[in-house]
């Protein structure tokens, strides 16, 4: 099993930068692929980002692109998103998420969907005023 603790969200003005980390515990963690999702009010589950199991390959959802850097260090059973230019439409709950169905998976193995991930987070609050 793999528990995961977010933190580091908070309340900040427009064009500022936040860092986001995911804490892991679990023998499993530094094989999974990790991923940062984001659910604003009203609205679906979002990809935001995503690192394969060695930190070597990363993903990113089109709206964070170019802002948002993801990566891990598996000395440390951590995960890190850091979100620099934030918008206001940055405003969500952010979830960090596990993905433990290929251990150590061979190639760029990077799962944008939700449903590949068995493992999550109890979310934390990100809001960007304008």
């Known amino acids: 099993q793999v528990q995961l603790v977010e933190s580091g969200g908070g309340l900040v003005q427009a064009g500022a930068s936040l860092s986001l980390s995911c804490a892991a515990s679990?023998?499993?963690?530094?094989?999974?692929?990790m991923g940062w999702f984001r659910q604003a009010p009203g609205k679906e589950r979002e990809f935001v980002a995503v690192v394969s199991w060695s930190g070597g390959s990363t993903d990113y959802g089109d709206s964070v692109k170019g802002r948002f850097t993801i990566s891990r260090d598996n000395a440390k059973n951590t995960v890190y998103l850091q979100m620099n230019s934030l918008k206001p439409e940055d405003t969500a709950i952010y979830y960090c998420?596990?993905?433990?169905?290929?251990?150590?998976?061979?190639?760029?193995?990077?799962?944008?969907?939700?449903?590949?991930?068995?493992?999550w987070g109890q979310g934390t609050q990100v809001a960007v005023s304008s």
């Open positions: 998420a596990a993905d433990t169905s290929r251990q150590f998976a061979l190639g760029d193995y990077l799962p944008r969907s939700r449903n590949r991930y068995d493992y």
């Open positions: 679990g023998r499993t963690f530094s094989g999974c692929a």
